[in-house]
């Protein structure tokens, strides 16, 4: 499992002409193949009329599963060359929609490779990436005397404090990346004076500190 991927940092779109072709590139980030097909669905549903709708989807933080559609423009013209920035730009979670008008003026097949992988490039400079860490989530079981102080210092360290919750006690989920879990868990016995519990869960994605 990579320790870190890219994606896109949202939903957007970005669009330019090419002798007179109106070339429109919709992003979004795609949690699953699922999700990828669903966004896909829904930008055909809304341009009924266009020449083309291609596609191109890279799920897995590896990567691991990777679709593209001509949809019917010659083909590896478009589906594939869209796929192509997006894997050399490394992005991943991440489904794209290229919807064309054409405009009456044939590019030929080295125009089309160069303005639909070009627009998807376009795209996600406009819209920009984020990069997400793979962490440990560990729990914090404390009481309520010491929660709000804890949770200061937690958020004041940049740690990436996910959900508190106020029961008997206090919990807050905390993500931590794997090389950090037992100097944490010494942090919080000294910090505590020992009265804080600490739960080690499963893994997740959050984003990176540092951003991209």
Excluded at 15 to 42: D, G, H, M, T
Excluded at 61 to 85: F, N
Excluded at 136 to 159: C, I, S, Y
């Amino acid at each position: 499992m990579a320790e870190q991927y890219r994606t896109v940092a949202r939903e957007g779109v970005h669009e330019v002409e090419i002798n007179k072709s109106r070339f429109r590139c919709a992003l979004a980030p795609a949690a699953s193949e699922s999700e990828a097909q669903e966004f896909i669905a829904r930008i055909r549903r809304e341009h009924p009329t266009a020449t083309h709708n291609c596609f191109a989807y890279v799920i897995g933080a590896d990567g691991g599963v990777q679709k593209a559609s001509d949809d019917g423009e010659p083909g590896g013209t478009a589906g594939v060359p869209m796929l192509q920035m997006l894997v050399r730009r490394e992005v991943r979670y991440v489904a794209a929609v290229v919807t064309r008008y054409y405009g009456g003026v044939k590019l030929g097949a080295g125009g089309l490779i160069r303005a639909y992988g070009g627009v998807v490039g376009e795209a996600l400079d406009t819209l920009g990436t984020v990069v997400r860490q793979r962490f440990r989530l560990v729990t914090v079981v404390t009481d309520h005397q010491r929660a709000g102080k804890l949770e200061n210092d937690l958020r004041a360290m940049g740690r990436a404090v996910r959900e508190v919750t106020y029961g008997e006690g206090v919990t807050i989920e905390v993500g931590l990346p794997n090389a950090e879990v037992e100097a944490f868990r010494a942090w919080l016995a000294d910090s505590t004076a020992g009265t804080a519990r600490l739960e080690i869960g499963g893994e997740a994605y959050g984003e990176a500190r540092h951003g991209a």
